[in-house]
């Protein structure tokens, strides 16, 4: 093969070795005009072979970046490969240049069936460190993503696994080194003196006096505006200029590193130079290659097709399916995790849409978005924040004002020095929510078909900025788009999560948090082995699911699943699989853990109008069965399971609050049974103390318990002889957050409970209180700050003790002492004129004269104190 210095031969006949960065407008505008200018016969872009009978679909109308190429194994889904692709991408704009000149355009990097399969072998994982099955994810190479998250796909010059800029190394799959393949010598692997991989872009940004390597690309390419086009009175040449000045630096850094540490590129780089070989003796030498330039020094190196060849020999291989998925700004965002990802991709597709002054355009987006959240922004600030950005930029020696000069002009202009605002401006701006569109006739999977039309049915389009969506399940509509998320989430495919609902906590009313991400399309196919539809998919995961939980709490779970999703093919299945589990496991924390679950199925059942009654007859016999068995299960508890069976209390007591409401209105004694169960409970010494308080609470909020009875109930269990400890526990339990809400409002509106809860806690010895307070302080933590100032503010005013009664010590017994403020002798005084006057009693005599009014007035003015 022919060896060139630069990306195009002396005599510009080609081929056309176009090395780019991959998603850098500079390059893909380098990219644009050097095809103009050179015109190849054909374009070959790094990338997947499997993928060239999908590159007509770039041309429809319904195609809108970002996108992504992915790659799956029909075996196996779950092993996939992303290749991403944004408007902005070299390799999306060679693409588009192609089709609209009707030049053939094919894919040159190892195909993606040895890439998933070297994978597999290699047992590699993606760069976030999630590998999913055994051998699901690894390197996808420079511009794709392995697995569910991605790998080391890179953007011509990118970073690897260290974070480290990989120059160029290309766009599709990475390949691993073939094993018995001879190890290239020291010095050559690409690896400094420590063993570390070697940052190509760092090396060349240093030479040039940066420290920044992502400064110096930006401002040498990126931020160059004319990067490539040829202009008036400058040979045509220009616009390879930039090619081959970044080929000779490519070729010198390989001749010193070598591969760069990336032991699969020479079996990648075989492959390409083969690639070439064909497509030359096919179309001439007139055809353009669109790479990382890290691969250029590569492809034109001189070898043999008989030594690539052997470097391809016996590369494992698999069956894929390649198809266009939509992608996401945020997913190309580098703290995605994505290899390739870069910093700020809404940025850098407003450089390479902008037609002119990016940077005011720019921020001219940025004050129509703090407008719109309220910002006091005008065309002053813009005006201003404009020109700080630019000065900025002049100072600094920068030739366009980056994301560094922009945010600091924003910040000083637009914010007022606050940081509120570019933590806005990144989330919406610099990386954008934005996703994008495939035709509807990509290939794709049966089910994936079927969501497509579910979702254009119930108008439920998928997003990448996370959304709140309110539903009404009176609607039908509302109905149908609650069982299709429900149904996915069955299927594994989170594209919706519930979550409490602020407007309303009625039946009909559901709230979901919305997020499409780009990888649930490796869900989708993944869920494809289950049917054909998303509902007969659906209930046949849920039917083998039923049939192998292990747990009963997992079979109730899944019964309530099947009802919200409307799967009643499936509840046959469960119900076998429930009242099985049920009648063999005797363990009462299990069988107060599944009740909940199969409770609100039954609520749930009534409110989507389905035939709960088997499940209600399964709930009833469970619940009879906690009600025997909960009173000796409390019985010798430690501290962990002793807080474990008040978590069972609590939901069982939750339960039975619903199930005891029926279609007739009659609870059938189950409300008067429970209580039986609590108070059974609350009086047994041997039952732990926070057991003990809560069943008491419970009594209490439901009723079965006045205040009296509540008041004997702390009494005895704070009495001296209770262990310190024990009642403490016995606190937590009572006043602790249960199913009523917290007990700070009981103290605060019951104050001889506050007097026993006072006198027990300066009583408690010194030596016992440091076990108690952990306990008493994650009890009152659990208050508001506003009852925790009340109670503050009555203990700080102290007890105080009833005034004795007029008839002195021959009168009842004085009530408990309070936190109250007591009686006022002085102001209760100035009323007893005005009494004497309704009353008609002179103040002579009056007590000679008229001792039962006199008595009387005292018992009034004791009563109005």
């Known amino acids: 093969m022919s060896t060139y210095g630069t990306g195009a031969p002396p005599d510009g006949r080609g081929p056309f070795l176009l090395g780019v960065r991959h998603h850098g407008p500079g390059s893909a505008r380098a990219v644009r005009a050097a095809l103009e200018q050179c015109a190849p016969a054909a374009v070959l872009i790094e990338g997947p072979p499997e993928a060239d009978d999908l590159v007509p679909l770039a041309a429809r109308d319904g195609m809108r970046p970002p996108v992504a190429l992915l790659a799956h194994v029909q075996d196996d889904p779950g092993r996939a490969a992303f290749w991403p692709l944004a408007e902005f991408s070299p390799e999306w704009v060679a693409m588009r240049w192609a089709l609209e000149h009707g030049v053939p355009v094919r894919f040159i990097d190892l195909p993606a069936a040895h890439t998933l399969a070297m994978t597999d072998e290699m047992h590699e994982v993606d760069e976030t460190g999630e590998a999913g099955k055994a051998g699901k994810a690894g390197e996808a190479g420079e511009l794709g993503e392995v697995g569910e998250t991605g790998d080391e796909g890179e953007r011509g010059v990118d ?103 990336h032991d699969r590129d020479p079996v990648r780089e075989a492959h390409m130079r083969l690639q070439l070989h064909v497509a030359r003796r096919e179309f001439g030498d007139a055809v353009a290659v669109v790479c990382g330039a890290w691969h250029v020094p590569a492809l034109r190196r001189r070898t043999t097709v008989t030594a690539d060849r052997r470097l391809l020999k016996g590369l494992p291989k698999v069956k894929t399916a390649v198809t266009w998925v939509p992608w996401t700004h945020r997913r190309l965002s580098r703290r995605s995790g994505y290899g390739a990802g870069i910093a700020s991709p809404g ?198 699911e039923a049939s192998g939980a292990a747990a009963l709490a997992e079979v109730t779970a899944l019964a309530e699943h099947c009802l919200l999703a409307g799967l009643p093919d499936a509840l046959p299945v469960v119900m076998r699989a429930l009242s099985d589990r049920a009648a063999l496991d005797a363990d009462v924390g299990h069988l107060a853990q599944a009740l909940p679950a199969l409770v609100r199925s039954v609520r749930y059942g009534d409110v989507r109008g389905t035939d709960a009654g088997a499940l209600r007859e399964v709930a009833l016999g469970l619940a009879e069965r906690v009600f025997v068995g909960l009173p000796p299960a409390c019985l010798g508890l430690d501290a962990d399971a002793a807080a474990e069976m008040r978590d069972h209390l609590d939901a069982t007591h939750r339960a039975v609050a619903l199930l005891a409401q029926p279609p007739s209105g009659e609870d059938g004694g189950l409300r008067a049974r429970w209580a039986g169960v609590l108070r059974a409970v609350s009086g047994r010494e041997e039952v732990p103390g926070l057991i003990r308080g809560r069943a008491a609470r419970l009594l209490l909020d439901d009723g079965e318990l006045g205040a009296d009875g509540a008041e004997r109930l702390m009494g005895l269990a704070l009495s001296p002889g209770t262990p310190p400890t024990d009642a403490a526990g016995w606190l937590e339990g009572f006043l602790g957050s249960g199913p009523g809400g917290d007990g700070g409002m009981l103290l605060v509106h019951d104050e001889r409970l506050l007097a026993l809860v006072d006198r027990w806690l300066t009583g408690v010895p010194d030596t016992a209180f440091t076990d108690v307070l952990p306990l008493l302080r994650r009890t009152f933590a659990e208050y508001e700050s506003g009852v925790r100032r009340t109670l503050g503010e009555l203990i700080r005013r102290g007890p105080v003790a009833p005034s004795p009664g007029p008839t002195g010590p021959a009168t009842d017994a004085a009530p408990a002492p309070g936190f109250g403020p007591g009686l006022d002798r002085d102001r209760a005084a100035a009323v007893l004129p005005t009494l004497r006057l309704l009353l008609g009693i002179e103040q002579h005599g009056f007590d000679e004269e008229h001792p039962d009014a006199h008595n009387a007035v005292n018992r009034l003015t004791g009563a109005l104190s």
């Open 159 to 261: 970073r690897d696994r260290s974070g480290e800029a990989d120059t160029g190394r290309g766009h599709g799959q990475g390949h691993g080194q073939r094993r018995g393949q001879e190890q290239a010598p020291a010095g050559e692997t690409g690896r400094d003196a420590d063993g570390v991989r070697v940052d190509p872009i760092r090396v060349l940004a240093e030479a040039a006096g940066y420290d920044d390597p992502e400064r110096w690309w930006e401002d040498v390419v990126e931020h160059r505006a004319g990067t490539g086009a040829a202009r008036p009175g400058r040979p045509d040449a220009d616009a390879l200029a930039p090619f081959a000045a970044l080929a000779e630096a490519m070729g010198a850094l390989r001749e010193t590193y070598g591969d760069g540490g």
């Open 347 to 544: 940025w850098y597709g407003h450089l390479f849409s902008a037609p002119d002054r990016p940077v005011e355009r720019w921020l001219t987006k940025v004050a129509g978005l703090l407008r719109e959240e309220d910002y006091a922004v005008s065309s002053a600030h813009v005006i201003e924040a404009v020109r700080l950005a630019e000065g900025l930029a002049t100072v600094r020696g920068r030739p366009l004002a980056g994301l560094t000069e922009l945010d600091d002009a924003v910040r000083a202009v637009m914010g007022d020095g606050s940081d509120a605002p570019s933590t806005l401006i990144h989330d919406r701006l610099v990386v954008g929510e934005v996703l994008g569109e495939v035709p509807e006739d990509a290939p794709a999977v049966p089910l994936q078909r079927d969501l497509t039309r579910s979702q254009r049915t119930l108008r439920l389009k998928p997003e990448a900025l996370e959304r709140e969506l309110e539903l009404d399940l009176r609607k039908e509509t509302d109905g149908g788009r609650s069982r299709l998320l429900y149904r996915l989430r069955l299927l594994g495919i989170p594209w919706g999560e519930p979550v409490h609902s602020r407007g309303s906590t009625g039946t009909f009313r559901e709230t979901w948090r919305l997020r499409w991400e780009p990888e649930l399309a490796v869900r989708v196919a993944e869920a494809g082995i289950w049917g054909t539809t998303v509902r007969a998919a659906a209930t046949a995961k849920a039917a083998s």
